[in-house]
């Protein structure tokens, strides 16, 4: 009796199910929704798609989720239910920080990036190959190969350090993307509002980037093989004179000025004369055989583009094994990049690894896993300033002597160093950088909806580098010190976390919170020797113990510790009411005792409008409003800004000899011992400084309509960041050192961020997807101290202040065109230098004299407004993708213009010049506007002003990509899931502004050149 009252007892309070729900390619589906039929009992997906739910036997279950077809089934132990699509809208789960939610219930500004559109690029960075996909994220990049980026998510927000804060797998760090594998990626979330950021609290003002790397699927074992070749060169190359048109260019500038050409030091012979109407007239140019008087450098005509670039070539090989069951899965995979670049001497490679595991220790209850990468990168970089280098360097010298050494400046020859010398002396300057970086993790299922997560991550970087000086040996520019400098760094940065979760739903009413503490350290340490005079020039022999001449060391360390409190708790009534609240409680090492915590709160509320009966209509499948409001802080300054520093000033300095400025006699034997050292101040501490506070409201709406076939989202935001940190410098009466950290500044940004997109299949077969987007924003500096607004740091080149104008803004004269006639000169203001084909200044203050009065706000950085567009088409077993990515309205600042434009560009004469001044201004090319030749800047052409600002909008082809899919039938003969055939090219062509006049306006000074890449790649899975 007692045993049958037990059975009837355990039927009435039900049998404990488990299951698994996952989307129609084996992927969890979290967040997802398990009702038992005709009850309120229901419980919701976890992160790996897993349920625990207690229903009497023989019930029945409704599984249902946003986007997929709702399904019905009778329950049982260790189930899995399939969900297939009911729209075409993917990545409906989002990563959000700490947590997951379902994309309907979010209520921030979170953009999902499709990892596959990124992976057509061949970037190594994954960050580069986010540029013009996400409105309101701007990213520049010159092209070297190690892909490095800078990246700014909805404007500069500070005047300090701008960078976003990634999250990978959990772990935050702030070091370099282009050092981890982008094949490992899964997804990537960019969170740009303060509701979706703020969880992350002090780091996360200028935005965060959630990234999670890939993991073992249930099923088979799967292996994936991704192999490319790229051929990179040159998209846009400077056109330089050659050693004829330098001699005409030349010639023009001394005729101009009315002195003879034939008194140059170069070596260049001319015959001229005037022609009838008085006008110089060039017959023809000669050259000396050779251009010292020891005849061992013989006149050339030097393309050094060419004797120092060459065709790149790219290789990309990843190979990964992953595998899953119902107790855990494993994802390992294996990856190599080489990048040899476009300029000589200049590479970048990596060696990859990647382990995630995770394992179910005791089902459904407790979790074990891990995520670790292991990379090894070395670079060799390009010399600082090379191009302009090459530009600058004659063409009429050699690259060799006669003897076979390396050519250099003699005679009047500017004293440049040998381009492709120096490429050969920098060869050896490489580094080798190891990055150990991932997390273990424990994850404890105790009771229903609830879970206890702890996470230990590391992110561990070594960096070893020699610096190689070898002797000069060519012309006037020989030196004869050798010497190196071995250099080590190490980042050691660890994070500890503890997060619990809670989620509940009955009826209609969902609510999920979660509670969290975290722990962050980072300390950073280097040291390096310097020794001269080595007898072997070899890197073999030359370490610092092998040198025989002058020594010294160096070496620092610092670092910092954060810790955090927080919680966020989600609320959903119908599916069409959301609600959100997070805060964060932070405390930095970074802070004095009087300002050291911070919190950081943020309120986010959704309306699901589509979902109200009076919106019901056929064309609207989902609509949504949402609105928040919240603040995140930013503590990117000095370790040691809150300290009062002193330091010593005693031993070589960086000319040359001993320096004994903190030294004194102090027992007064008037030399012919070692002085004892003193201190010298440096900055002044100060313990009231306190957190930078971005405080951004953001509107926005999410629509899919037209059955599912156009989607998108607009946002408008508002941000202010204040108690701006600062570096004031004090008054000479304050002493030596007297400089000071404060909070003293503020700063907005407001703006307009919109994509859309719109796919559909034909009846013929055709499948095709078109996406854009569209971001615009302004930026101002609305406060700071007058000094430090005055005095051209953060804008206005120290001549007005830079408060009401955006960062960077720059002040200057504004040019008026050139002087092309005598009655311009008589009828224009005073202006010393005025000539003609001299470039003419605006009377701004309209005194009728040109002064630095007539200076006006000439540069903005920031554009109008920037975008992108892809198209995506699939016809059998074809596909096709293009990626247009533009800035339109934005200002460039030209120093190559300088040396395009102007004979006396620089203070340093008969350098070469860009193929612009064979068409500057003469009396037989009047209607030129580049200003006269001519061997002096009387007229201080080099100044700022608005004839060296330029339009710098483009618009590129980034991505062009054809693929084939060898048919799944004779795949599988071959003993293949997949196999995929692609020809792609990056960079292949760029519409500007056809008033721009340089190289490449993403690029217009002397970057690292963004080659034109051809991609072949096969991707195959077995």
Same mark, same amino acid.
């Given at each position: ?10 039927a ?14 084996? *992927? ?26 207690n ?42 920080g ?43 990049? =010159? ?8 990246? #700014?998510?909805?404007?500069v ?8 804060l990634?999250?990978?797998?959990? &772990? ?6 282009? +050092? ?74 001394y ?11 170069l ?57 899953g069951?119902?107790? @855990? ?87 440049? *160093? ?10 050896d ?38 610096? !190689? ?8 520019v ?5 010497a ?10 660890w ?20 509670? @969290?503490?975290?722990?962050?350290? *980072? =300390? ?41 409190y ?7 009534y ?21 300002? #050291? ?16 009966? !009076?919106?019901k ?10 609105a ?12 040691i ?12 300095? +960086? ?15 008037n ?7 003193? !201190? ?17 409201t ?60 719109y ?51 720059? &002040? ?29 200044? /605006? ?8 002064? +630095? ?51 006396? @560009?620089?203070?340093i ?31 201080? +052409? /080099? ?78 899975? !077995?």
């Amino acid at each position: 009796m007692a045993c049958w009252y037990g059975l009837t007892a355990q039927a009435q309070q039900g049998s404990r199910i488990t299951g698994m729900v996952v989307d129609g390619t084996g *992927e969890p589906v979290i967040g997802a929704t398990v009702m038992q039929e005709g009850t309120s009992n229901g419980v919701v997906t976890d992160i790996d798609g897993k349920f625990v739910i207690n229903v009497p036997a023989g019930s029945k279950l409704t599984i249902s989720y946003i986007g997929f077809k709702t399904t019905s089934t009778s329950a049982s132990d260790n189930m899995k239910v399939v969900l297939h699509d009911d729209s075409k809208q993917l990545n409906e789960v989002v990563v959000t920080g700490y947590t997951v939610q379902r994309k309907a219930d979010l209520t921030g500004a979170i953009s999902v990036v499709s990892v596959d559109d990124l992976a057509k690029q061949n970037e190594n960075n994954p960050m580069k190959a986010l540029q013009g996909r996400v409105p309101g994220m701007n990213i520049t990049a =010159d092209g070297s190969p190690s892909g490095a980026a800078t990246v #700014r998510i909805r404007g500069v927000g500070t005047l300090n350090n701008n960078d976003p804060l990634y999250i990978i797998d959990g &772990v935050p760090t702030k070091a370099g993307m282009h +050092e981890l594998n982008a094949a490992d990626i899964e997804s990537i979330q960019v969170l740009k509002d303060a509701a979706s950021a703020s969880i992350y609290g002090s780091r996360a003002a200028n935005g965060v980037i959630i990234i999670t790397t890939k993991k073992g699927k249930n099923g088979k074992v799967k292996v994936d093989v991704d192999a490319s070749v790229a051929a990179s060169m040159y998209a846009h190359k400077m056109d330089v004179l050659n050693a004829k048109q330098y001699g005409q260019v030349m010639w023009q500038a001394y005729v101009n000025d009315g002195l003879d050409p034939n008194t140059n030091g170069l070596g260049y012979h001319y015959n001229w004369g005037y022609n009838t109407a008085g006008y110089p007239v060039l017959n023809s140019i000669s050259m000396s055989k050779y251009l010292d008087a020891a005849g061992t450098t013989p006149a050339a005509d030097t393309d050094w583009f060419d004797q120092t670039t060459r065709t790149g070539v790219i290789q990309n090989y990843n190979v990964a094994v992953s595998n899953g069951s119902e107790r @855990g899965s494993s994802y390992f995979s294996l990856g190599y990049y080489k990048n040899l670049g476009i300029i000589k001497t200049s590479d970048f490679e990596r060696f990859s690894a990647r382990m995630n595991t995770e394992y179910d220790v005791i089902k459904n209850v407790l979790t074990l896993g891990e995520h670790f990468t292991l990379n090894r990168t070395s670079e060799v970089q390009a010399p600082g300033g090379f191009l302009e280098n090459v530009l600058q360097f004659n063409p009429s010298l050699p690259v060799y002597t006669t003897d076979g050494s390396y050519a250099g400046p003699v005679g009047g020859y500017p004293d440049r *160093e040998n381009p492709v010398a120096r490429l050969h002396r920098n060869a050896d300057n490489r580094y080798t950088y190891w990055r150990a970086f991932g997390d273990a993790y424990v994850n404890l299922h105790l009771f229903k909806g609830f879970n206890l997560r702890s996470t230990f991550g590391l992110d561990y970087a070594q960096k070893q580098q020699r610096f !190689f000086t070898y002797p000069i040996t060519e012309g006037n520019v020989a030196t004869s010190t050798n010497a190196v400098e071995a250099k080590q760094e190490h980042w050691t940065k660890w994070m500890w976390n503890a997060v619990a979760t809670y989620n509940f739903a009955k009826d209609q009413h969902r609510f999920d919170a979660m509670a @969290g503490v975290e722990l962050n350290r *980072e =300390d950073d340490i280097n040291f390096s020797g310097y020794k001269e005079s080595y007898i072997i020039l070899n890197p073999d022999y030359m370490w610092p113990s092998a040198g025989m001449g002058s020594a010294q060391a160096y070496g620092g360390g610092e670092g910092y510790s954060l810790v955090s409190y927080f919680g966020k708790a989600n609320y959903t009534y119908a599916d069409k009411y959301l609600a959100s609240a997070t805060v964060r409680y932070d405390g930095s090492s970074r802070f004095g005792k009087n300002n #050291r915590y911070a919190m950081f709160p943020s309120f986010s509320l959704g309306w699901r409008i589509s979902q109200e009966k !009076f919106m019901k209509a056929k064309w609207i499948d989902d609509l949504k409003l949402r609105a928040s409001w919240g603040q995140t802080g930013n503590q990117e300054i000095s370790n040691i800004a809150r300290y009062t520093i002193y330091e010593s000033n005693y031993g070589v300095n +960086e000319s040359g000899g001993q320096s004994y400025g903190t030294s004194y006699d102090i027992a007064g034997t008037n030399g012919g011992q070692i002085l004892s050292s003193g !201190f010298k101040r440096n900055q002044i501490g100060n313990d009231d400084i306190k957190w930078e506070t971005t405080t951004q409201t953001n509107l926005g709406l999410d629509y899919t309509l037209f059955d599912n076939s156009l989607y998108g989202s607009l946002d408008w935001y508002y941000k202010k960041t204040t108690n701006i940190l600062v570096q004031m410098a004090g008054i000479a009466a304050m002493g030596e050192g007297s400089s000071q950290w404060i909070n003293a500044g503020e700063m907005e940004n407001k703006g307009v961020e919109f994509n859309f997109g719109y796919r559909k299949n034909t009846r013929w077969g055709l499948k095709y997807d078109i996406t854009g987007n569209i971001g615009t924003y302004r930026n101002k500096i609305t406060k700071l101290p007058a000094t430090v607004a005055a005095n051209g740091t953060f804008g206005g080149n120290g001549v007005k202040s830079v408060i009401g104008h955006p960062m960077g803004a720059q &002040v200057g004269y504004v040019a008026d065109g050139i002087f092309k006639s005598q009655d311009d000169i008589d009828n224009h203001a005073k202006q010393e230098g005025a000539a003609l084909g001299r470039i003419r200044w /605006k009377d701004l203050n309209g005194d009728n004299v040109i002064t +630095e009065a007539d200076q006006d706000w000439i540069y903005n950085p920031v554009p109008d407004f920037t975008y992108g567009l892809n198209v995506y088409l699939q016809y059998k077993q074809f596909d096709f993708t293009m990626f247009w990515q533009g800035v339109q309205g934005v200002d460039v600042i030209s120093d190559l213009k300088k040396e395009t434009d102007i004979w006396a @560009g620089l203070n340093i004469g008969f350098l070469n010049k860009g193929t612009r001044l064979l068409n500057a201004w003469s009396t037989t090319n009047p209607d030129s506007n580049i200003p006269a030749l001519s061997l002096s800047d009387n007229n201080n +052409e /080099k100044r700022v002003s608005s004839y060296w600002v330029e339009n710098g909008s483009y618009l590129k082809l980034r991505t062009i990509q054809l693929g084939y899919n060898v048919p799944e039938s004779l795949a599988k003969k071959l003993y293949m899931q997949r196999l995929r055939f692609y020809v792609s090219a990056q960079n292949l062509l760029t519409i500007h502004a056809s008033n721009f006049t340089g190289v490449d306006p993403e690029n217009p000074n002397y970057g690292y050149p963004i080659p034109l890449n051809i991609t072949f790649g096969v991707n195959v899975t !077995f």
